[in-house]
């Protein structure tokens, strides 16, 4: 069965910091995968997505990249941290291929707080 | 733009009464998808339901049934007989494509039930 991993669940970071969250999928090959990011009590937004090894769709200019060096792991990084860049962190992957009609499925989060 | 909207930030329920989440999308694409999603307190999402543009009729699950007006573009989530344990915020989504990018899904603000006892 799939699994998706990401870690770490909790973050705590200086501002001016580097950060490196990872994300990884087991069991699919050649998934879709996201990287979504939740501020307190609101929605989720669509930060990047990619389709393969080392393609990156970037949907809001800002202060994060996103990098996939294998096909099942997907890295959000960012060489100087804001006050802003803090929030819920959720990687999610889709299975390419499966047809439109399948659901995105989602890791447990990462809680970055930056200080 | 594609573009997901949730209006209602906050919504109650009596448990065991039915509710209604609103959800009004726009896309230019005439193949897209319609997903709700479920996040209680812990964080994780769960998804509920989901509606294809192209589907006669409405979605349901259970006690989870996808009120789709294509014309009116929206897609309403109804939930019956709530129980307490459906407090939790809940999401609407859209995905567009497949494009050159795949399936580029984007989410409402979401709305927060709480269901009284």
């Known amino acids: 069965s799939q699994t998706i991993h990401q870690w770490p669940a909790t973050l705590v970071q200086p501002v001016g910091s580097p950060l ?29 997505y990619s389709v393969g090894i080392g393609q990156i769709s970037s949907e809001v200019p ?15 990084s960012s060489k100087k941290l804001l006050l802003s860049d803090s929030g819920f962190y959720l990687c999610a992957w889709r299975g390419a291929g499966t047809g439109g009609n399948q659901p995105q499925h989602f890791g447990d989060g990462t809680r970055l707080s930056i200080l | 733009a594609q573009k997901i909207t949730q209006t209602q930030p906050g919504m109650f329920v009596q448990e065991k009464e039915a509710v209604t989440l609103d959800c009004t999308y726009d896309t230019s694409d005439p ?44 897609a309403n989530l109804v939930i019956s007989a709530s129980q307490l344990g459906d407090s939790a915020m809940y999401f609407c989504a859209m995905r567009e494509g497949p494009g050159t990018g795949g399936f580029k899904t984007i989410f409402g603000a979401g709305t927060r039930l709480f269901v009284k006892a």
């Open chain 1, 20 to 48: 490196s969250l990872e994300c990884t999928v087991e069991g699919t090959s050649n998934p879709n995968l996201y990287w979504y990011r939740q501020a307190a009590g609101r929605g989720l937004q669509l930060l990047f």
């Open chain 1, 62 to 76: 800002q202060n994060l990249s996103a990098s996939r060096p294998q096909d099942r792991q997907f890295i959000l």
């Open chain 2, 31 to 74: 193949s897209y998808g319609l997903f709700w999603y479920k996040q209680p307190s812990s964080g994780e999402m769960i998804f509920l339901i989901y509606q294809g543009s192209y589907d006669q009729q409405n979605a349901t699950e259970g006690r989870y049934s996808l009120n789709f007006q294509k014309a009116r573009k929206s």
